[in-house]
């Protein structure tokens, strides 16, 4: 593989035409989303999505969310019921993913990873709604990193990431600037008598409870969630350097990630206000820029358990699991 990256290019009307017309050419393209840049492809055109898989060394087992522009889409492509009406009405477009069963038959089964359900997500993002508009096909994305590293929140992300295409990887990078959300969409499995959170993210349980009612969580029973959403595996956030959570100071070595007004000045500080949207939204460009030296791990103040911050503290989790036993 040789160093080049794709081509970052500024997302206007012309370079997002260019990008679609790539997409339905077979074409691989990363985007920005409001949560995460995505790595799109045509979901029904199995050779290209084949190639995402292998753009990201991601085992073919972990399915891909299908982006579509709106709920009509959705309804096309999968199958709807009233609580997926109802998030849907709710969260959409929006940091929200529907897992249902599968409906368009076009859509590769790769996509799904031979699953007979379909995650959908329509995404907010101006530049993702102008491309799904003008290709007018659902667009499988997973996030624009190597599998088990951290999404990118921003197009020099990608490109540090991933390859250009000539080694495998996206043709260019539309450049929409950093992602509002900063942590991937709440992804929720409504095929299931109780709606099941497969991942906590940029849509809060709180809020989604209060449309629907109590999310069940993933257990044995409800249809080996882990096998549905292998992006709940422990290794799959992973940074360099290890992380300690809960953190009030640092050791020797360590960089210090602090939360809220009594951070200590010299930190990095996901809010100094201690607003748990601004945490989620500086998250992963955070840990990117202290992950590595002069530092030998990261440490991490505690945040807050609620709203965002389940998101934010599930991405560290992995994270500082991943980490354990890391030289
Ligand atoms: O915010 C996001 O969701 C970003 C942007 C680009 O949209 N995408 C993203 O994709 O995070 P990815 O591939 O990194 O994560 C997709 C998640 C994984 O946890 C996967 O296992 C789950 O969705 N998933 C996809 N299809 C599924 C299905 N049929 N059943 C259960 N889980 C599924
Ligand atoms: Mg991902």
Request: glycine content about 10%; charged content about 15%.
């Amino acid at each position: 593989m040789t160093n080049d990256h794709a081509p970052i290019v500024t997302a206007d009307s012309a370079s997002i035409a260019a990008a679609a017309k790539c997409l339905k050419a077979g074409g691989l393209i990363a985007f920005p989303t409001e949560t995460v840049y995505g790595l799109g492809a045509d979901a029904t055109n199995a050779d290209a999505i084949a190639r995402v898989f292998a753009a990201k060394q991601r085992p073919t087992f972990n399915p891909l969310i299908v982006h579509v522009k709106d709920t009509a889409a959705a309804n096309a492509a999968g199958h709807l019921n009233d609580t997926a009406r109802t998030l849907a009405d709710a969260f959409w477009p929006g940091p929200l993913t529907l897992v249902m069963p599968r409906k368009d038959e076009r859509v590769s089964l790769l996509v799904s990873a031979g699953l007979d359900t379909l995650a959908i997500r329509v995404p907010a993002h101006p530049v993702a709604q102008a491309l799904l508009n003008d290709a007018a096909i659902p667009v499988a994305a997973p996030s624009a990193n190597m599998a088990g590293c951290i999404s990118p929140t921003a197009a020099g992300h990608v490109a540090v990431g991933l390859p250009g295409a000539k080694d495998g990887g996206p043709e260019m990078i539309l450049d929409g600037g950093p992602c509002d959300v900063g942590v991937e969409s709440t992804v929720v499995d409504v095929s299931t008598d109780t709606p099941v959170l497969l991942r906590p993210g940029g849509v809060t349980v709180e809020d989604i409870e209060a449309a629907v009612g109590p999310l069940a969580l993933p257990t044995a029973a409800n249809a080996n969630a882990a096998n549905k959403s292998p992006g709940m595996m422990d290794r799959h956030y992973a940074p360099g350097l290890p992380i300690r959570l809960d953190a009030s100071g640092t050791r020797p070595g360590e960089a210090l990630l602090g939360f809220g007004p009594d951070a200590p000045a010299d930190a990095m500080n996901l809010s100094p206000s201690a607003d748990l949207g601004e945490a989620a939204a500086n998250l992963f460009s955070m840990i990117r820029t202290l992950d590595g030296p002069p530092f030998k791990a990261i440490a991490v103040m505690a945040v807050p358990d609620r709203g965002l911050g389940r998101a934010i503290n599930d991405r560290l989790r992995r994270a500082a699991h991943s980490s354990e036993g890391a030289s």
